[in-house]
């Protein structure tokens, strides 16, 4: 029970004597043409960051680690289609501004952006005093792919598998097997920015609605493409991700004359993961033909139709088709230069998990049901990433870093069965969730023109989850049932990443550092409410007709929080844990018609630690509203119509800084409509 329940992991379900193969290519192509405005301080940038949270167990979650691949950067195509973001980072000197005195000039910052349609971006880099007068920097920067890739950011990924499994029965002794393989890769190949930027331009900000922040430049300043631009930077970027994994598992059954059995079984998982990225920057010889032939190739990307709000209208911005074109590579017109700092992401992964597990399931009473179990898992890690050195500019090696771990993890269950309708369980869990992998590559990774760092930690431990529930379940006659259950989880050494600001490193100060970082400890403590039933019980005629609903209540409390600063700090939620969820769903099933409208609710929660809570960063919370239908029909081949809405409510992607109106960033994706036919023969 409860958003981190485990499952008990002591069984497998395999098919009888199967092969399976299966492959897929799929290339996305990202079309967005996406213009940011960012008003970024120099001394005070908090960039929104990807979070390294985790959640224990199967029970899906909007955590952290959940959204990860949501790409907070904002420049990707996202799940619900064409994403629009605006977004704001109010930055102040420590607790200034909760205690209600004026910050003090130069003393914090603002960034803020605008995402619509497309390939482009524009950047302010600035400072402000305490009246918001703004002497910034201006970036209009527009990406793009190469004609290859029909001038788009282009993700190609490709999947293959390959499974075989058998059941076989040797006397009273039941076996069965499963082995797999499976390989994937993503590359992104000719990622290509163009960047160009205007100094010493002025601007207004109209913070009196901090969730939709204002800038317009004063009289002689511009954010519109012009000749008074320079070039800042041109880059190409190749990049190549590859995945294997190789699991094999056995697992045995033997029955006892009395109903008791007896269950245990061995599993095998390897995983590797290399990412390879090459980066260059390139230099016109001729700029000033460059900049002129650049001015002559250029879209205007206002839109009227702007989701947060109409008001922000963004210009001109050098083509993807022009920068799509450049013949980069020819030395006649660019000089090319690899940029060490890029690569410091690159790195080998190389897991492995073995494990075994015993499985005792004991009848006490008629009523009355035991199940204990143990599963011992050895954990075999070795890491080699890259270290970039800003002094010399080059990146080199590291050395390839080992660790090992094993973890004894019990279970307990106890089934209770008051009727044939009515079942009351209880159950004592131990489980794990290991860090991801770009967590525990030792690499230093350093932008410069950000002036941010970011650094890996070989040394981070599971979190381990120690878990008790208790539940009752009340099943309906016709088809539904009603159940209740409390839990409670303490968790240790969750991880999440640790964001400084102004931040000392080898001599050299940050403006922000980023590492993940086991945090503390936690306790959860929940109640979770389920219903699901026809409507057949008020009228035959409604069976077809049918409701399903979940809500969970998380309390979560921090303790022995190790952040420097703020050990020790009381009242802390844990990051990634919504206090609320719920689930909805009304649908419709009869004569191979099915039509389906579904509900799904988070409240906010802490997605990322910084220095103090006035750094914290939150998800806000989310409303989703789908809808599909579908009409199958056919015998021998089956013929399905299916269409699909997505995002109906059109709900942000946001997150804010401390308080809940000061919005970090947000990002809209609109409603998705997806239509089509299936044909089984």
Request: net charge neutral.
């Amino acid at each position: 029970m409860g958003p981190l329940s485990p499952a008990l992991g002591l069984q497998g379900i395999f098919g009888k004597g199967r092969v399976q193969g299966h492959h897929r290519d799929h290339q996305h192509q990202q079309r967005h043409v996406g213009q940011q405005q960012a008003f970024c301080s120099e001394a005070h940038r908090l960039l929104a960051a990807r979070n390294a949270g985790q959640g224990i167990g199967q029970r899906p979650q909007p955590t952290a680690e959940a959204v990860r691949h949501v790409h907070p950067g904002g420049d990707e195509l996202h799940r619900h289609g064409v994403q629009q973001r605006i977004g704001v980072q109010l930055q102040n000197a420590q607790g200034q501004e909760d205690q209600g005195g004026a910050p003090e000039a130069g003393a914090g910052g603002v960034e803020y952006h605008i995402h619509p349609q497309g390939q482009h971006q524009t950047g302010v880099q600035q400072a402000f005093d305490r009246h918001l007068r703004v002497a910034v920097r201006v970036r209009i920067q527009t990406k793009a792919g190469t004609p290859d890739n029909r001038n788009a950011r282009l993700e190609r990924q490709r999947t293959m598998d390959f499974s075989l499994g058998g059941e076989h029965l040797f006397g009273l002794l039941s076996m069965d097997w499963h082995a797999s393989y499976a390989k994937a890769s993503e590359e992104r190949p000719n990622e290509r920015y163009i960047d160009f930027q205007l100094k010493k331009q002025k601007f207004d900000i109209d913070l009196s609605n901090e969730r939709q922040p204002f800038a317009s430049p004063k009289d002689g300043s511009t954010m519109t493409l012009n000749d008074e631009f320079s070039l800042k930077e041109l880059t190409e970027q190749q990049e190549d991700i590859k995945e294997q994994d190789l699991k094999f598992s056995a697992n045995f059954k033997l029955p006892f004359k009395n109903g008791n059995k007896l269950k245990f079984g061995a599993k095998v998982v390897r995983k590797t993961k290399d990412k390879t990225v090459d980066f260059y920057e390139y230099s016109p010889l001729d700029e000033d033909a460059f900049m002129e032939n650049s001015l002559k190739n250029t879209v205007d990307q206002s839109n009227k139709h702007f989701m947060p709000n109409s008001k922000y209208q963004t210009g001109i911005y050098a083509s993807k088709e022009y920068t799509g074109a450049l013949d980069l590579n020819n030395p006649a017109l660019f000089e090319k230069e690899q940029v060490q700092e890029e690569l410091a992401g690159n790195f080998e992964a190389r897991e492995t998990v073995s494990s075994g597990y015993v499985r005792f399931d004991s009848k006490i009473t008629d009523r009355i049901e035991l199940m204990s179990g143990l599963r011992i898992e050895n954990t075999n890690l070795a890491y080699t990433g890259r270290t970039y050195d800003a002094d010399e500019d080059i990146t080199g090696k590291t050395e390839r870093q080992r660790n090992s771990y094993i973890n004894f993890l019990p279970s307990l269950l106890v089934k209770w069965n008051v009727n044939d309708d009515f079942k009351v369980r209880g159950s004592f869990t131990q489980t794990l969730s290991r860090p991801k992998y770009s967590a525990l590559v030792p690499s230093v990774n350093i932008k410069r023109s950000d002036n941010e760092i970011t650094i890996g930690n070989p040394e981070l431990k599971p979190t381990t989850s120690y878990n008790f529930d208790l539940s009752a379940d009340y099943y309906f006659r016709s088809i539904g049932l009603v159940s209740a259950g409390i839990f409670y989880k303490k968790i240790d050494d969750f991880i999440v990443d640790q964001v400084s600001t102004n931040y000392e490193y080898q001599g050299n100060v940050y403006t922000r550092f980023t590492q993940p970082k086991n945090a503390g400890n936690a306790n959860l403590l929940g109640v979770e409410l389920s219903y699901q039933r026809d409507f057949g019980f008020i009228a035959p005629a409604l069976k077809c007709i049918g409701f399903y609903g979940t809500y969970t209540y998380t309390h979560s409390r921090v303790e022995d929080f190790n952040f420097e600063g703020r050990e020790n700090e009381e009242g802390l939620s844990m990051p990634g844990s919504p206090a609320h969820t719920a689930n909805a769903s009304l649908y419709f099933e009869k004569a191979g018609l099915n039509i389906r409208v579904s509900y799904n609710f988070a409240s906010d929660f802490i997605d990322e630690m910084g220095e103090s809570t006035f750094y914290d960063r939150y998800y806000d919370k989310v409303n989703y509203m789908d809808a599909n239908a579908s009409y199958t029909f056919g015998k021998k081949i089956k013929t399905t119509f299916y269409a699909e809405a997505n995002n109906l409510l059109n709900q942000p992607l946001r997150y804010y800084q401390g308080t809940k109106d000061r919005t970090m960033q947000a990002e809209y994706y609109g409603v998705k409509v997806n239509a089509g036919v299936k044909i089984n023969f």
